[in-house]
């Protein structure tokens, strides 16, 4: 965990020193413009230009799907997923998923649990923006737009969106939806290609825990409905085992 921390706050301390410099002699189009030369535009990037724009509330839960998931359970993570998925406990680090090599030709899940402080802890200097638990940061984080970059702080969620996404597929079809189901709530970005089907869901519980839940589909056979499904199974596992379980 510190190692992989290690690699991500340096990048992101560095990143906001050169932010702060550009943000105090330069307006609002020299600082879209330096995003875009670090980061990339949204034709590279194109979750970097679009916001939540459907809402899925107390979403129907398909018991008879359930049934036929298996149960893993993977330190402080435990969720039912298709028994043919191949499961991944990931961290947090700089380039996060998008630019490591990976060769899967099956279906791979990768999850992530943070404790309820997480944003919070490392950037409390943005509490102010009245950001007040894990669930508003990433309302901001998955709502930044380039295009609305503004100031220091818009900035900065333009570059938190581009880190915390991992790769959602190729194309112009990426769809980003809110949802909010029992003790749960968040947002899944979504993408169906050619390739397979990619959901990236960021979830929050009534603790303030943070989950993100990667499903990277190759055989093309969940849907927006399933996976809402599957998040309804996913539970903090409060005996956090050492490694994988599966039953």
């Given at each position: 965990m510190k190692k992989k921390y290690a690699?991500?706050?340096?990048?992101?301390?560095?990143?906001?020193?050169?932010i702060l410099i550009v943000t105090t002699f330069g307006k609002p189009y020299v600082l879209k413009t330096y995003v875009e030369m670090g980061i990339g535009t949204c034709d590279k990037i194109p979750v970097l230009c679009i916001v939540a724009t459907k809402g899925f509330t107390n979403p129907s839960v398909d018991k008879g799907y359930i049934a036929g998931l298996a149960r893993y359970s993977i330190e402080e993570v435990e969720i039912a997923l298709p028994k043919d998925f191949f499961?991944?406990?990931?961290?947090?680090?700089?380039?996060?998923?998008?630019?490591?090599?990976?060769?899967?030709?099956?279906?791979?899940?990768?999850?992530?649990?943070?404790?309820?402080?997480?944003?919070?802890?490392?950037?409390?200097?943005?509490?102010?923006?009245?950001?007040r638990n894990n669930y508003d940061f990433l309302s901001r984080i998955l709502n930044a737009r380039t295009a609305d970059i503004k100031d220091l702080p818009s900035t900065l969620f333009v570059i938190l969106k581009s880190i915390f996404t991992p790769d959602v597929g190729p194309g112009s079809g990426i769809t980003i939806a809110r949802f909010s189901m029992a003790?749960?709530?968040?947002?899944?970005?979504?993408?169906y290609t050619k390739e397979g089907n990619y959901f990236n869901c960021d979830i929050v519980n009534g603790n303030q825990e943070f989950f993100k839940v990667y499903l990277k589909d190759k055989k093309k056979e969940l849907d927006i409905n399933k996976v809402l499904t599957i998040i309804s199974t996913l539970e903090k596992n409060n005996g956090k085992g050492l490694g994988l379980v599966k039953s």
């Open positions: 690699r991500f706050l340096p990048w992101m301390v560095v990143w906001g020193a050169a499961v991944i406990k990931e961290q947090i680090y700089r380039a996060y998923y998008k630019k490591r090599t990976r060769t899967e030709k099956d279906p791979v899940a990768y999850l992530l649990y943070q404790k309820p402080d997480f944003f919070q802890s490392l950037f409390p200097q943005l509490k102010k923006y009245s950001l003790d749960k709530k968040g947002f899944i970005t979504y993408n």
